[in-house]
């Protein structure tokens, strides 16, 4: 069977929609609809329930789902199987959203290489639901985010326990600058401040504002680890009374036995998000 059919059906059942999949996959409407019908013709069945709220599966589109990602499954690891170096052994698949690859997934991939170095490394940078479709449809291995919503069949193990605080540059306050830390963030933020979302300069990348904020001066909210040393030095102070945020680090990972590579690279993890020094930069 062809596999870009049971990956479009997969695409269909984890978004809910024809057009949401066709996105996902970057193709047009119409092709995946055409691949959704040569896949209901090959198996003789009606796969998916059509309506104004999208698409839903039939009763036998829910017996074949497990069977579509099996198959893909086994296709991404025949294909990562085949594909590597002659030099490396086995191959490792990472990924983090993006308030996370630095300096964590710069250490993380630092550290993999230094303790195997035969192993090969894949690393991604990208937006929360498209990383855990990923690691659904077997193309990634470990997963780091901040708000991992327990999915089922899935591993949720807690790294790190993290903070967002507010501080500010003494003597020079101004201007505000909102970071954007994900949607948790900005639930709890909004919550305890509705009315300072409005800010000066918004951001979406919390080193590039740390520079911004440290060379003109302003406030704003950052993690714990990255701004302690600054704070121990003077260079930025707390903003008294502001509340602070939980922001902890989680690993994800589906169920089921793993490889001594698999293991090794998640006990690399560890090492990484224990090291104190790094988050200082």
Request: charged fraction near 20%; hydrophobic fraction near 40%; charge should be negative.
């Given at each position: 069977m062809?596999i870009e059919?049971?990956k479009t ?6 978004s809910?929609?024809?057009?949401e999949a066709?996105?996902r996959l970057?193709v047009?409407q ?7 019908k040569?896949?209901?013709d090959a198996?003789g ?6 309506n ?5 599966l039939?009763?036998?589109?829910e017996?074949?789902?497990?069977f579509?990602l ?5 296709w991404e690891?025949?294909?990562q199987a085949v594909?590597?170096?002659e030099n ?6 990472i990924?983090t959203?993006?308030?996370l690859?630095?300096p964590?997934m710069?250490?993380w991939i ?7 170095p035969k ?5 991604q940078v990208?937006e929360t639901?498209?990383l855990?479709?990923a690691?659904?449809q077997?193309q990634?291995d470990i997963v780091l985010l901040h708000?991992?919503n327990?999915?089922?069949g899935?591993?949720?193990?807690q790294l790190a326990e993290?903070?967002?605080?507010h501080?500010q540059v003494p003597?020079?306050?101004k201007p505000?600058?909102?970071i ?7 639930r709890?933020f909004?919550?305890?401040?509705p009315?300072?979302?409005?800010a ?10 740390l520079?911004?904020?440290?060379k ?23 903003v008294?009374?502001?509340p602070e945020?939980?922001y ?5 990972y589906?169920k ?5 590579y698999f ?8 090492v990484s998000v224990?090291?104190?020094e790094?988050?200082q930069?």
């Amino acid at each position: 069977m062809d596999i870009e059919l049971a990956k479009t059906f997969l695409e269909i059942m984890s978004s809910g929609t024809f057009n949401e999949a066709a996105q996902r996959l970057n193709v047009t409407q119409t092709t995946v609809t055409a691949r959704v019908k040569a896949l209901e013709d090959a198996l003789g069945k009606a796969l998916f329930i059509r309506n104004r709220a999208g698409a839903k599966l039939t009763q036998d589109g829910e017996r074949f789902a497990g069977f579509a990602l099996n198959l893909v499954q086994t296709w991404e690891q025949a294909k990562q199987a085949v594909n590597l170096p002659e030099n490396q052994q086995a191959s490792i698949r990472i990924a983090t959203e993006h308030s996370l690859w630095n300096p964590l997934m710069v250490d993380w991939i630092e550290t993999i290489g230094a303790a195997e170095p035969k192993l090969n490394i894949y690393s991604q940078v990208g937006e929360t639901e498209t990383l855990i479709t990923a690691l659904e449809q077997n193309q990634l291995d470990i997963v780091l985010l901040h708000c991992p919503n327990y999915y089922s069949g899935f591993v949720v193990e807690q790294l790190a326990e993290e903070k967002l605080i507010h501080v500010q540059v003494p003597n020079r306050t101004k201007p505000d600058l909102f970071i954007d830390w994900g949607s948790e963030f900005k639930r709890q933020f909004d919550a305890s401040l509705p009315q300072q979302r409005q800010a000066a300069m918004s951001f979406n990348l919390g080193p590039l504002a740390l520079k911004i904020m440290l060379k003109n001066g302003g406030n704003g909210y950052f993690r714990t680890r990255v701004v302690s040393h600054y704070l121990a030095q003077g260079v930025l102070e707390k903003v008294t009374g502001a509340p602070e945020f939980t922001y902890p680090i989680y690993a994800l990972y589906r169920k089921g036995e793993h490889s001594v590579y698999f293991e090794q690279a998640l006990a690399c993890l560890k090492v990484s998000v224990n090291k104190s020094e790094y988050w200082q930069v």
